[in-house]
């Protein structure tokens, strides 16, 4: 078992950062591939980012790309979601997610991929 706790989500205005962590305990993660989700009101579940564990490939929503940075710290089994010049559409519940399978593209977009979840953080973003 994989238990993933996310943190750093809250209240920014339009053009703000944030920098989600999310921290995984209960397994080596070598082998995997971390992937962050996100969830709006109403809206499917969506792929945002994933690394894969070992080589530290990263892998971005095209719409996204340039302005959310996905990285990891090996030594406190810590994922990183850093978020810049964020925008309205950008409010959603944001999860974490471990593939033990360390699945690559296209298959780590798929949220069927992937074990383990985070409960979520809430990101709002103000106009």
């Known amino acids: 078992q994989v238990q993933l706790v996310e943190s750093g989500g809250g209240l920014v205005q339009a053009g703000g950062s944030l920098r989600l962590s999310c921290a995984a305990s209960?397994?080596?993660?070598?082998?995997?591939?971390m992937g962050w989700f996100r969830q709006a009101p109403g809206k499917e579940r969506e792929f945002v980012a994933g690394?894969?564990?070992?080589?530290?490939?990263?892998y971005y929503a095209d719409s996204l790309k340039g302005r959310f940075t996905i990285s990891r710290d090996n030594a406190k089994n810590t994922v990183f979601l850093q978020m810049n010049s964020l925008k309205p559409e950008d409010t959603a519940v944001y999860y974490c997610?471990?593939?033990?399978?360390?699945?690559?593209?296209?298959?780590?977009?798929?949220?069927?991929?992937?074990?383990?979840w985070g409960q979520g953080t809430q990101v709002t973003v103000s106009s």
């Open positions: 690394i894969t564990w070992s080589h530290g490939s990263t």
């Open positions: 209960g397994r080596t993660l070598s082998t995997y591939t």
């Open positions: 997610a471990a593939d033990r399978h360390g699945s690559r593209w296209p298959q780590l977009v798929l949220s069927v991929a992937y074990d383990y």
